[in-house]
């Protein structure tokens, strides 16, 4: 009796074990999956905003079409920062609070500076 109980303990341990090694490469492959898609995600946050050519090279017209550039802007940043990063925007409304830098108006992103010290307080990407 005593030899039939840890045999039975034995084989509910080893199919214990079994089911777990599954769970666990079921979890594995889960999270491989999950870090494949994140990937994709971050790769195509780097692409260019709008629908450019994805061979051409970046010009000074060109900057602010590009996602990651978008995301290297801080606030406190200077126009010429901006400009550096985004190139020169297309249109600029300047009022006494605030002056809007916008890139591709009006579907393209906007930059808001301070009009007092000319610096960045914030910013709009452009819509894809």
């Given at each position: ?6 045999f ?19 979890r ?9 898609q ?91």
């Amino acid at each position: 009796m005593r030899v039939l109980s840890v045999f039975v303990l034995m084989v509910g341990a080893l199919i214990s074990n079994t089911a777990s090694a599954q769970s666990l490469e079921e979890r594995v492959r889960e999270l491989e999956r999950r870090v494949q898609q994140l990937e994709k995600q971050q790769s195509e946050r780097q692409q260019p905003a709008t629908r450019a050519p994805r061979t051409a090279t970046p010009g000074a017209a060109d900057r602010w079409r590009y996602i990651a550039n978008w995301r290297s802007l801080w606030r406190g940043m200077t126009e010429d920062d901006v400009r550096s990063v985004l190139g020169e925007p297309q249109k600029i409304d300047a009022g006494p609070v605030t002056t809007i830098w916008h890139y591709d108006y009006p579907r393209g992103g906007s930059v808001r500076l301070s009009s007092s010290d000319h610096r960045v307080e914030g910013w709009r990407e452009p819509e894809n």
